[in-house]
């Protein structure tokens, strides 16, 4: 059921994808900004209980609402929450329109739009970027979208799926995020922040909960790229990014693509993004080996994205059939 569930929500999320705002993303903002208000106190047991509010009882609830389908009409109407759940929180078309847009302002020779578009993107000044600059975050930024709303999501949705919980652990990954970066925002704003206690509960819970998805991720871009030089970029260069989970992703995919990745951050557009992570962050001036990155990486990138999914999809047919026939 595993494997009907992504294919038929990868298609409908490339048919009609979903809306930034929707009620689904609208209802967990509002549910994470209430936790946040009604429960930070300041000390790491109200971060951990926040935490908890907000990311583990939404997962709980899904996991409840797919047994109880179950208990009522069997497989079908889990299937159907299933493709729900993933609908909402899996999904190319969800950062895919920023790839295109600057890919596609690059490639006409306009690059003030793309600078625009990058720095619209992600907030951050990319006034003073050339354009090898540009194409670099671009791709950073790209391939950590993807795992973030993916394979990360994949993963945990496969994960789960064993004891009958796939959707849960959807939600589970993808709310874990959200509050990551909804918190680290709040931090630094001036109308009600949240508590750094807070921002750092959330920081080690995020490490916890992609550690496993950032090397599945990072493995698969070896298998699909180049496997000898993915394996050695992660393992000789993972460990200089601040966040070592962003590090193994980045660094394999260099690897994989033979692309220098890396190197210097943007600054933030507003002081209260000042704590918002972008990209590459923490990673050495120097960078990471491979060629200088050029817009004829973008079709690299995006093939190897693909052959990732493809890959994922072998792997669902290959337990499928090994489940039914074992």
Same mark, same amino acid.
């Given at each position: 059921m595993a494997l009907f569930a992504i294919v038929?929500? #990868?298609?409908?999320?490339?048919? !009609?994808?979903?809306? *930034?705002?929707?009620?689904? /993303?609208?209802?967990?903002?509002?549910?994470?900004?209430?936790?946040? !208000?009604?429960?930070?106190?300041?000390?790491?047991?109200?971060?951990?209980?926040a935490w908890g509010l907000a990311v583990v009882l939404p997962a709980l609830a899904v996991a409840g609402v797919h047994g109880l389908l179950g208990w009522l009409a069997g497989w079908p109407l889990q299937l159907l929450w299933s493709v729900l759940i993933l609908y909402i929180t899996l999904g190319f078309r969800q950062f895919s329109h920023h790839f295109t847009g600057i890919r596609d302002a690059l490639e006409a020779g306009d690059e003030d739009r793309a600078r625009t578009l990058l720095a619209r993107w992600q907030q951050v000044d990319a006034a003073a970027l050339p354009r090898s600059e540009i194409v670099r975050h671009v791709i950073e930024y790209s391939v950590l979208a993807a795992h973030r709303h993916v394979f990360g999501v994949l993963v945990w949705f496969c994960v789960l799926a064993v004891p009958g919980l796939? *959707?849960?652990?959807?939600?589970?990954?993808?709310?874990?995020?959200?509050?990551?970066?909804?918190?680290? !925002?709040? /931090?630094?704003? %001036?109308?009600? *922040?949240?508590?750094? %206690?807070?921002?750092?509960v959330a920081e080690r819970a995020w490490r916890a909960v992609d550690w496993l998805p950032a090397r599945c991720t990072a493995l698969g871009f070896a298998i699909v790229g180049s496997f000898e030089d993915a394996v050695d970029v992660w393992r000789s260069h993972a460990a200089r990014f601040a966040d070592?989970?962003?590090?193994?992703?980045?660094? /394999?995919?260099?690897?994989?693509?033979?692309?220098?990745?890396?190197?210097?951050? #943007?600054?933030?557009?507003?002081?209260?993004?000042?704590?918002?992570?972008?990209?590459? /962050?923490?990673? %050495?001036?120097?960078?990471?080996?491979?060629?200088?990155?050029?817009?004829?990486?973008f079709s690299q990138v995006v093939g190897l994205l693909w052959r990732m999914v493809a890959l994922w999809l072998l792997l669902l047919v290959l337990l499928t059939l090994a489940r039914v026939m074992g």
């Open positions: 038929i929500a #990868l298609l409908l999320e490339q048919v !009609r994808p979903l809306a *930034p705002h929707n009620p689904a /993303a609208a209802g967990l903002h509002g549910w994470v900004r209430a936790v946040g !208000r009604g429960v930070d106190a300041g000390g790491e047991q109200h971060g951990w209980l796939g *959707p849960a652990g959807a939600v589970f990954y993808r709310n874990a995020e959200y509050v990551l970066r909804y918190w680290r !925002r709040k /931090a630094q704003a %001036a109308d009600q *922040p949240v508590s750094p %206690a807070l921002v750092q070592v989970n962003d590090g193994v992703v980045l660094a /394999a995919t260099a690897g994989a693509l033979g692309v220098r990745l890396g190197g210097a951050t #943007l600054k933030p557009l507003a002081p209260e993004l000042a704590g918002q992570p972008a990209g590459a /962050a923490g990673l %050495a001036a120097e960078g990471l080996p491979g060629k200088p990155p050029t817009t004829a990486h």
